[in-house]
């Protein structure tokens, strides 16, 4: 049929993807032997049925237990290797990846193993496979706003290698404004500024995103749904959405893909893209993510060319580079 094979043709960028979640089981049996650590369970098939998850916190245990088994600078590599060759297949031509430091320099790996193999990826990224990739650093929401700037400090060397900041982990409990000082200090220093808000925690957590932290995109913002105001707000500043459809399934944000709110954000105006979050545990790169939610939702071509379109738009791609794409 032809609209699938517009969604998987159309060129398109990856906003919202963070590296560690692309781990796919295989990859984390052989670095687990390559690096002789133990992991609890003993075969991939194993690994892959413990992936039922009924929220957020539910995933990101078994997504740290994962990213143990990364110690060295080629371990970084290869992991975002394989992420670029799956990207490219699904002719993704530009992404921004996550990446979360704290979960390595947490278990004794450093700042610069972390970065160097990441970046040395990204570089090789553009030259055989033509596709430009960039780093955003996230800092982790669940451990304290000290732990973060301690994190910024040890990132300095490396700021040159990372466009932007994040903010992920468990997001209920934790709201955007527990990070103001370090976000200030980050927008300071000339960094593109993102947070994950409204996946599960509510629309307030947008609004501090916005208005505390001073955001350029917001990571998830499905329960922006839920505030008519906010609505307004995001349509007005046209600030980016960076959605996740088979992340919010598979983490019970939906009952089912028919239910996603998608639809709605794009028919309000919103400069949506849609995105793979953790594509090893979610069950689908980017494709996946066009295909199946197209195809619960009832979208058209319209939909693809606007979402492709606001996927370069929201991007951090200079904007000399950008008209190349829009
Ligand atoms: C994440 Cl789906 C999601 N939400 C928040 N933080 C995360 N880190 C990795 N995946
Ligand atoms: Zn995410």
């Given amino acids: 049929h032809r609209l699938p094979e517009l969604l998987r043709q159309m060129p398109k960028a990856e906003l919202h993807i963070h590296i560690e979640g692309s781990l796919e089981p295989e990859l984390i049996f052989a670095l687990a032997q390559r690096n002789g650590v133990a ?58 990846l996550f990446f979360d430091p704290q979960t390595h320099t947490a278990r004794g790996v450093s700042m610069e193993t972390v970065v160097n193999g990441l970046h040395r990826a990204c570089v090789d990224a553009k030259a055989e496979l033509g596709l430009s990739a960039s780093l955003i ?15 910024l400090e040890q990132a300095l060397p490396y700021r040159d290698r990372i466009i932007g900041i994040g903010l992920d982990s468990g997001e209920v409990g934790n709201p955007p404004e527990k990070f103001s000082r370090v976000f200030a200090r980050c927008r300071e220093l000339g960094f593109h500024l993102v947070a994950h808000a409204g996946e599960e925690g509510p629309p307030a957590y947008v609004w501090t995103a916005l208005d505390v932290l001073k955001v350029e995109r917001i990571d998830h913002g499905v329960q922006s749904s839920k505030d008519a105001a906010l609505m307004r707000r995001l ?21 089912d893909l028919a239910s996603h709110n998608l639809r709605q954000l794009l028919d309000a105006g919103l400069a949506v893209t849609v995105n793979s979050d953790d594509p090893a545990y979610f069950g689908g790169y980017m494709n996946e993510n066009f295909t199946q939610t197209f195809a619960a939702t009832g979208l058209a071509a319209q939909h693809a060319y606007a979402l492709a379109r606001n996927s370069f738009e929201a991007s951090f791609i200079d904007a000399s580079e950008k008209r190349v794409f829009i």
């Fill in 137 to 151: 650093m996230c800092f982790l929401r669940h451990l304290s706003e000290e732990d973060a700037f301690a994190t």
């Fill in 39 to 96: 992991i609890p369970y003993r075969t991939v098939e194993e690994l892959r049925s413990a992936y039922a998850f009924t929220n957020l916190q539910s995933f990101l245990d078994i997504y740290y237990a994962g990213a143990s088994v990364l110690l060295t600078e080629q371990d970084f590599y290869d992991m975002a290797q394989a992420y670029f060759a799956r990207a490219a297949k699904d002719h993704v031509v530009h992404t921004e």
């Fill in 235 to 255: 349509a007005q500043d046209r600030i980016p959405l960076t959605v996740c459809p088979l992340s919010n399934l598979k983490l019970c944000v939906f009952p």
